[in-house]
């Protein structure tokens, strides 16, 4: 049992999820979902069948078909306006398909639930651009994502605090930041601030972590850091990363890793980086010849 584990045992149980969702669509859920508590027992984190987006009558979403396992680090790759961003917008709850099934392990269906619900499911995202709190030093953005998580907020405040503590190093560590603790996070370079956003949504324990082009406007250095980063996330949690930069994908994805091919709304390939580089469809729409 870990020691973010020992902590949740002492709170009063919580309602049947139904009942936590039928708050007129309002944020019912009181914490995070634990990765243990979302059903992946046909090995599937994330599902997306048939999943339709329209806009004015253009389909940015068309028939996507697609599933992610438990623990994996899939990339997906595109050309612009593949619908990539489109999809993590549906998966988050800020935009409605026109149809389709979405779900999150074998019982949540997330066109069900509002935005803050979802995110309460254990679904965190990364936006292109970092959003830090500036004005704060660093580990102190850590410790406010924290507090955003019910289960600490409610929780014995002295073990609250030791407990704490040693989850914000942990976790400076493992973004490499452990150095940079005191500074304000507005005097971070870009690399070090996605590395603290990324951090942040560490702090509530994700199920699922969604990062849209998380390497757009690093440096060849930074970006392999970040790889190095995700990699090390393997298998404490489940990734989706939408990226261009095919360096960085291979880091990723390494030999065997699943890559998939998005284009015009839908799945153009799927396979091992080097098995969809050598698709004629892929090559055709989006690498080039
Ligand atoms: N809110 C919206 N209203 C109208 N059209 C939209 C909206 N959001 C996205 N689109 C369109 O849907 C298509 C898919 O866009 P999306 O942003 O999902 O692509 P993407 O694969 O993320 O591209 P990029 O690699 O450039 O980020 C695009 O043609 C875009 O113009
Ligand atoms: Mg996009």
Same mark, same amino acid.
């Given at each position: ?71 994996e680090l899939r990339c ?24 389709? &099934?979405?779900?999150?392990?074998? !019982? ?5 639930? /509002?935005?803050?619900?979802?995110? @309460?499911?254990? *679904? $965190? ?50 973004? &490499?930041?452990?150095?940079?603790? !005191? ?5 971070? /370079?870009?690399?070090?601030?996605? @590395?603290?956003? *990324? $951090? ?30 995700l990699n090390?996330l393997r298998?404490?949690?489940s990734m989706?990363v ?10 990723l994805?390494?030999?065997?890793g ?32």
């Amino acid at each position: 049992m870990t020691a973010h584990n020992a902590l949740i045992v002492d709170l009063p149980p919580l309602p049947p999820l139904e009942e936590q969702l039928n708050l007129n669509g309002v944020a019912g859920l009181g914490h995070v979902l634990a990765p243990g508590e979302i059903d992946v027992s046909h090995g599937a984190i994330l599902y997306l069948e048939d999943v339709t987006v329209s806009f004015d009558g253009f389909r940015a979403l068309n028939a996507l078909t697609l599933s992610i396992d438990v623990g994996e680090l899939r990339c997906v790759i595109g050309p612009n306006g593949a619908g990539k961003t489109t999809m993590m917008d549906v998966i988050t709850g800020k935009t409605r398909p026109d149809a389709g &099934r979405v779900f999150l392990g074998q !019982t949540l269906d997330l066109t069900r639930m /509002s935005e803050p619900v979802i995110a @309460r499911t254990g *679904i $965190g995202r990364k936006f292109q651009k970092p959003t830090v709190f500036e004005n704060h030093p660093v580990w102190e953005n850590l410790e406010l994502a924290m507090k955003t998580d019910k289960r600490w907020f409610a929780s014995l405040r002295a073990r609250l605090d030791a407990q704490a503590q040693a989850r914000i190093e942990e976790t400076l560590e493992l973004i &490499r930041l452990q150095h940079e603790a !005191t500074r304000l996070a507005g005097e971070l /370079s870009h690399g070090q601030k996605q @590395r603290l956003e *990324i $951090g942040m949504l560490l702090m509530q324990q994700p199920a699922l972590l969604l990062l849209d082009e998380p390497a757009a406007g690093m440096t060849d250095h930074e970006t392999m850091e970040l790889a190095d980063l995700l990699n090390k996330l393997r298998g404490s949690c489940s990734m989706m990363v939408v990226e261009h930069d095919m360096e960085f994908v291979a880091a990723l994805a390494g030999a065997f890793g699943k890559v998939t091919v998005m284009a015009e709304g839908r799945v153009l390939a799927e396979g091992s980086l080097d098995e969809v580089k050598r698709d004629d469809a892929v090559i055709e729409s989006y690498l080039g010849r």
